[in-house]
């Protein structure tokens, strides 16, 4: 009498969490970046008044080098904060120049307590925004 198959074999089963191992091992360092990219990009949206600030102080030809936290109108550096975001910075640098420092906390262990840097060079077309900052690249907001 012939016996049916009641399940799968080892090698079918061995081949399956071949499979998943092989999809976690790319996908866990994916996730990974995206989640924290995901936090980094707070710092945009917490930065954004400070970038405000610069564009309009720019706009009504007050824009010096020796500009402070304080002639941008915004509160001291430590009381912008969020989650994320342990100060923001905004300092002039040059004429027609200025920086938007944020600097992080709680992303993680590789992002904690380094910054981004939004620099703006502004001209007659208005402020030109470039980011940088002590993070790695990839992780840098969008512009």
């Known amino acids: 009498m012939k ?18 191992g092989i999809l976690a091992a790319i996908a866990i360092p994916a996730y990974k970046d995206y989640t924290i990219k995901a936090k980094v990009s707070e710092a945009t949206s917490i ?12 706009s009504e030809g007050n824009l010096k080098d020796t500009d402070v936290q304080s002639d941008f109108g915004l509160a001291t ?3 912008i904060t969020s989650h994320y975001v342990t100060s923001v910075t905004a300092a002039g640098t040059a004429t027609n120049a ?8 709680n992303v993680d262990p590789s992002v904690d307590t380094k910054n981004v840097v939004w620099t ?18 990839k992780y840098y907001p969008k512009k």
């Open 3 to 20: 016996r049916t198959q009641q399940g799968f074999t080892l090698i079918e089963l061995l081949i399956v969490v071949a499979i998943i």
């Open 47 to 58: 930065s954004s008044p400070a970038l405000l600030a610069v564009g309009t102080r720019y």
């Open 77 to 79: 550096d430590t009381s």
């Open 98 to 105: 200025a920086t938007v420092t944020t600097v992080l906390q």
């Open 120 to 137: 703006a060079a502004c001209g007659a077309a208005g402020c030109q925004w470039t980011v940088s900052g002590s993070i790695d690249p």
